[in-house]
């Protein structure tokens, strides 16, 4: 049972355009919500985050955007560069009060110059 | 620098080897986590230590073994793996407890069981 859901595998986008990721998620207990970003060989990065009590978190060129009535989140990059190309996990943490997290199978952005 | 650090970055072994992955994180966290990442699989949650107890396995096979003698370092000990085992293994730390903390990774062990 995927609690985490990336129905997009791969998305291309133009240099200087918005990137536009989305993940849905099936458990209503999540509260809080993680980006992270993961290119080859190495671990996945933290990007940025939101919680449950807001609907918008922006730091710089990266937006996280959450309804909760639809349990789904997006993550928008404008300008997008390069150097975002990677692959970017969405993410919660187990409702239990622990901490692991569960992540949905990813996106691979590739942005073209 | 992340804070997590992971050795060795790649290994080879053959199915009847003994070989243990390391993980040290610097950050002061209460808990260590391994996750496997396989080809075009989701990172898959592995085992859970909260203050050096394990608090989860997710049903791992018992030939992988892990080990957490302090809060600071986690072990996964392998012995006769298969050749599905091959994936990349990652570790991370998180602070338990607090605020909605992120969990931070380590850069990974690329295992390729021959």
């Known amino acids: 049972d995927q609690q985490v859901k990336q129905n997009s595998p791969s998305l291309s986008v133009q240099e200087g355009r918005i990137s536009i990721l989305n993940c849905d998620y099936t458990?209503?207990?999540?509260?809080?919500f993680l980006w992270y970003k993961k290119y080859p060989a190495e671990g996945p990065t933290f990007l940025i985050s939101i919680s449950s009590i807001k609907d918008k978190n922006e730091d710089g060129r990266f937006t996280v955007f959450l309804n909760k009535s639809a349990k789904h989140l997006s993550l928008h990059i404008v300008p997008s560069q390069p150097g975002d190309s990677a692959v970017y996990f969405c993410a919660a943490p187990k409702p239990s009060g622990n901490t692991p997290l569960v992540f949905g199978k990813g996106t691979r952005l590739s942005v073209i110059a | 620098e992340t804070g997590v650090t992971q050795t060795p970055r790649h290994l080879v072994m053959g199915m009847t080897n003994k070989k243990s992955l390391k993980c040290e994180q610097h950050l002061g966290h209460n808990a260590m986590y391994w996750y496997k990442q396989s080809a075009k699989k989701p990172l898959e949650l592995m085992f859970v230590y909260n203050f050096k107890e394990q608090t989860e396995n997710n049903s791992v096979p018992s030939r992988f073994s892990p080990e957490c003698p302090n809060s600071s370092h986690l072990f996964l000990h392998l012995h006769t793996l298969q050749p599905e085992d091959s994936a990349l293994y990652l570790c991370?730390?998180?602070?338990?407890?607090?605020?909605?903390?992120?969990?931070?990774f380590g850069q990974g062990t690329r295992l390729t069981v021959v």
């Open positions: 458990n209503s207990m999540f509260d809080y």
């Open positions: 991370a730390s998180s602070q338990v407890g607090g605020v909605n903390t992120e969990a931070f």
